[in-house]
Nanobody, 123 residues
Framework: VQLQAFGGGLVQAGGSLRLSCAASGRTSSSYTMGWFRQTPGKEREFVAGVTWSGGSIRYADSVQGRFTVSRDNALNTVYLQMNSLKPEDTAVYYC?????????????????WGQGTLVTVSS
C-alpha cells in the first residue's frame, strides 16, 4: 500500500484545514487508518484513527472536539478535518495504515506511512 498525504499549508489560529490521504496499491484489504504528527525534536504522536468500516474512531485528547477523521473507502481516501487550529497544532502530519482491525496509537503499530504534509498555524 502506498499512501500520499496532502492538504497542509499555512493558516491563522482559529482557522481550518482539511488533510487528505490517498491510498493506492493493495487497497482491497481492510486497513485501519491513523493520523500522526511530529515536530522537530519530538516523538511522532497519535492524532486520530478510524477503522475500515468507520465504526470506531479515536482522537488524542489534544484534538478532541476540534478535529474530525473520516474515510471514503470507494475513493481509498481518509480525511482529517481540522478546525479551531492552534499554533501548537503546527507539525508535519502523517497518515498511516495498519492491517489490524483496532485503532493503534503507537507509531510501531502501523505498517505503512505516507510522506507527511506540513501544517503551520500562525498566532
Amino acid at each position: 500500500v502506498q499512501l500520499q498525504a496532502f492538504g497542509g499549508g499555512l493558516v491563522q489560529a482559529g482557522g481550518s484545514l482539511r488533510l487528505s490521504c490517498a491510498a493506492s496499491g493493495r487497497t482491497s484489504s481492510s486497513y485501519t487508518m491513523g493520523w500522526f504528527r511530529q515536530t522537530p525534536g519530538k516523538e511522532r504522536e497519535f492524532v486520530a484513527g478510524v477503522t475500515w468500516s468507520g465504526g470506531s474512531i479515536r482522537y488524542a485528547d489534544s484534538v478532541q472536539g476540534r478535529f474530525t477523521v473520516s474515510r471514503d473507502n470507494a475513493l481509498n481516501t481518509v480525511y482529517l478535518q481540522m478546525n479551531s487550529l492552534k499554533p501548537e497544532d503546527t507539525a508535519v502530519y502523517y497518515c498511516a495504515a495498519r492491517r489490524a482491525s483496532r485503532i493503534g496509537t503507537e507509531r510501531s503499530e502501523y505498517d505503512y506511512w505516507g510522506q507527511g504534509t506540513l501544517v503551520t498555524v500562525s498566532s
